[in-house]
């Protein structure tokens, strides 16, 4: 059975609920992707968006994920942390919601 974008997206919190060093599921929109250095080693960066803030998704030692492209949906969930100033989830578990 194929879970449905909004059972996924119910699953989520509210991004802008979430709190530094709180294990938390957002679910959101990739609105801009760039691969940064990270300690010699590239990382993908994705911002993701819902209606109430947008939180960084850091895939350490990724250039690319399967699936990761500007404008799909998105659930992720792991420990919220900083970096570079903004609110992230490092190498996150997520979820693509189909289209």
Partial sequence: MT???????????????????QHTRIGGT?????????ADVAALECLV????GGVLLVFLGRRSVAGIELGRQIVAEGTVGAHRGYLA????????IAR
């Fill in 3 to 21: 879970a449905t974008p909004e059972l996924l997206q119910s699953a989520a919190a509210p991004i802008g609920s979430v709190r530094w060093r």
């Fill in 30 to 38: 990739i609105r801009s992707m760039r691969v940064q250095p990270w």
């Fill in 49 to 52: 968006l819902d209606e109430t």
């Fill in 89 to 96: 989830i490092l190498n996150p578990v997520i979820e693509l």
